[in-house]
């Protein structure tokens, strides 16, 4: 990936904004378990953040993957996890599906007001006994006429409760459950959604994450996106987007704890010298850099790979993997060296050691990307 001049400009504006708009506000947005997804997504869509790889026809900038990526790993610079995700579901987890397969009419109605900042997405795919087994997922929709009816539970959908729409996938048919599966554009104001007060969580608090259930909510069958019977395909798709854009999120994030711990450990004095003084601490955290370093080069080729057209599920799989697990070894390292004060509640590094902790679990556990990884390589598979 390049580091053109624009590239390096809109790395500065992100910060800037990080700087002066997110952070101020993260911790009164945390005390309060949500922040306001429609303000901040509008200033965001005014620093044309919201659509950088959207088609230019309905708002969006046109422009490669990279950039995707790029907005991503800047968005690490935020000291709460949950606006880089909840930006996520807006670009690159509930609406790359519908930017590509989507009708001319739907991607007007939907994905238009979402680049310009006035939608807030959700993406409605887990429920409670189907999360890591997307395959066997029960929400179903059924056809009526000129619509669909909708019936069923999701489970720990992010931005729910201000969403202006939901991404469902749904059963369709009877079909192997490969190939019975369709996705909707679900309008938050149909008649029939119950949407849950906020799920009480470890980490992401002012990421809103709900549970919705349908029930007999009817859409319009135009609301579909792509093929019926696709949609189990096409949310793989997607998830290529969503694994690339989390693994990027964590880059700077790690870095950010990363220096704020050794900043702490330099001026920390311990035995009348400093805790950054050892150089034991001193090549742990140089170990942990180079790590993000690698991590970060994966998600680069990944991204370069894609740009180019080519399938990255594999890539971007282990991509995703990796930043979950590094994230776990890099915020326990980090909060270590901080003592008794790396357990306050209200510590920037306790706060990602919460907050990324997700990584390993949501848009799929690691042992579902191992499973994915183990599949393409043909490991069980015999000879
Ligand atoms: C804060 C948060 C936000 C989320 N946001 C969204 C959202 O916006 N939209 C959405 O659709 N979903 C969302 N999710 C759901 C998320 O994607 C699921 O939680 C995830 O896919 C895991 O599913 P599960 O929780 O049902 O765990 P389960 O499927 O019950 O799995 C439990 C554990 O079993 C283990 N496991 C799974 N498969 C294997 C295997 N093959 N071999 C060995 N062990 C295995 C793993 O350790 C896994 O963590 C969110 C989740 C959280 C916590």
């Known amino acids: 990936m390049q ?10 504006v992100i910060r800037r904004f990080i700087a002066e708009e997110v952070d101020p506000n993260a911790q009164e947005w945390e005390r309060r378990g949500a922040f306001p997804a429609h303000e901040v997504f509008r200033r965001m869509a005014e620093l044309g953040l919201t659509g950088v790889s959207k088609p230019v026809e309905y708002g969006g900038l046109g422009l490669d993957f990279s950039w995707e990526v790029l907005v991503a790993e800047e968005l690490g610079h935020c000291s709460i996890g949950a606006l880089p995700m909840a930006f996520g579901v807006q670009t690159c987890m509930g609406t790359p599906a519908l930017a590509r397969f989507g009708s001319d009419e739907l991607r007007r109605e ?25 395959a066997g997922l029960k929400c179903k929709a059924v056809r009526d006429g000129g619509e669909y009816v909708v019936t069923g539970t999701k489970m720990w959908i992010t931005n ?15 079909e192997p459950s490969h190939r019975n599966k369709s996705m909707f554009i679900v309008p938050a104001k149909q008649r029939g959604i119950a949407v849950s007060k906020p799920l009480d969580k470890l980490g992401m608090r002012s990421s809103e994450t709900s549970e919705i259930v349908f029930d007999g909510v009817r859409v319009p ?22 694994r690339l854009y989390v693994a990027a999120t964590t880059l700077r994030a790690m870095e950010r704890c990363i220096d704020t711990t050794a900043d702490y450990c330099r001026e920390r004095m311990i035995f ?14 140089a170990e942990l850099q180079v790590d993000v370093e690698a991590l970060r080069s994966l998600v680069y080729r990944a991204t370069d790979a894609y740009v180019a057209g080519e399938d990255v599920t594999l890539l971007a799989t282990m991509a995703k993997l990796k930043a979950g697990r590094l994230a776990r070894v890099v915020t326990d390292s980090c909060l ?12 920037p590094v306790s706060r990602y050691y919460r907050d990324l902790r997700l990584l390993s679990i949501g848009g799929g556990s690691d042992e579902t990307m191992l499973q994915v990884i ?10």
């Open 3 to 12: 580091n053109s001049h624009e590239q390096v400009a809109l790395r500065s």
């Open 110 to 134: 939907f994905l238009a007001p979402v680049i310009a900042g006035d939608y807030v997405a959700a993406v409605a795919v887990s429920e409670p006994q189907a999360g890591s087994d997307v």
């Open 160 to 174: 729910a409760l201000q969403a202006d729409f939901f991404c469902v996938l749904a059963n369709t048919s009877d």
């Open 221 to 242: 069958a135009s609301f579909m996106v792509g093929e019926e019977g696709e949609g189990f395909r096409n949310q793989m798709v997607q998830f290529q987007d969503e």
């Open 272 to 285: 009348g010298s400093s805790v950054l003084g050892n150089q034991a601490v001193q090549f742990r955290l």
């Open 336 to 347: 270590q060296y901080w003592g008794g004060m790396g357990f306050m509640w209200d510590n």
């Open 374 to 383: 183990a599949k393409m390589k043909g490991f069980g598979s015999r000879r």
